[in-house]
């Protein structure tokens, strides 16, 4: 069994990767997202498939709805990354529509996620994202450039783990006395 520190501490578990850009779900653009958050997440030992690649807007909650309702309880993952649409151009809508499948917004991981994007990049705090909880399965909203996404895997990355452990009720406090 993996513990919460190592890190393929995913190892039999599942996740999914929900990318919302219009114009790569059109065939007019590469996702150069999608394919970063798989490989992170095979990486830690999560078993993910491909990116969804979905248009902006109601697509997402589609399959947000596929993906955290239409499955048994063991089929669903355990990790849900979005990228793209996070933004606040009119069709930047993936927020919204996240939100309501959380139970326990977690605000404090999204103002790491900003405070790491803006030692880059200072407009990383015009991305509207949100994380959270439902039931087992952590989200978590990334804005859709590469950088963003590199950014939010080095934050996001050093808190998989110990998130994982206490999602499932593990009492994993570490060395801290």
């Not at 999914?16 to 779900?25: E, I, L, P």
């Given at each position: 069994m993996h513990t919460s520190t190592d890190?393929?501490?995913?190892?039999?578990?599942s996740?999914?990767?929900?990318?919302?850009?219009?114009?790569?779900?059109?065939?007019?653009?590469?996702?150069r997202t999608g394919p970063l958050l798989v490989d992170w997440l095979t990486g830690r030992g999560y078993d993910c498939p491909a990116p969804l690649v979905v248009a902006d807007g109601e697509p997402v909650a589609e399959a947000l709805r596929t993906l955290l309702e239409d499955r048994p309880p063991a089929d669903l993952p355990r990790v849900l990354v979005t990228t793209g649409g996070t933004g606040i151009n009119p069709s930047d809508r993936t927020p919204e529509l996240v939100e309501p499948f959380l139970d326990r917004p977690m605000p404090?991981?999204?103002?790491?996620?900003?405070?790491?994007?803006?030692e880059n990049v200072p407009t990383a705090v015009l991305s509207?994202?949100?994380?959270?909880?439902?039931?087992?399965?952590?989200?978590?909203?990334?804005?859709?450039?590469?950088?963003?996404?590199?950014?939010?895997?080095?934050?996001l990355d050093g808190l998989l783990s110990h998130l994982q452990a206490q999602l499932e009720g593990l009492r994993d406090h570490g060395d801290r006395p």
């Open positions: 890190p393929r501490f995913g190892a039999g578990r996740a999914a990767v929900v990318v919302a850009s219009t114009s790569a779900a059109a065939g007019q653009a590469e996702d404090g991981i999204m103002h790491a996620l900003w405070s790491a994007g803006t509207r994202g949100v994380a959270g909880v439902r039931g087992r399965t952590f989200i978590v909203t990334l804005p859709g450039s590469p950088g963003a996404v590199r950014d939010g895997i080095a934050v």
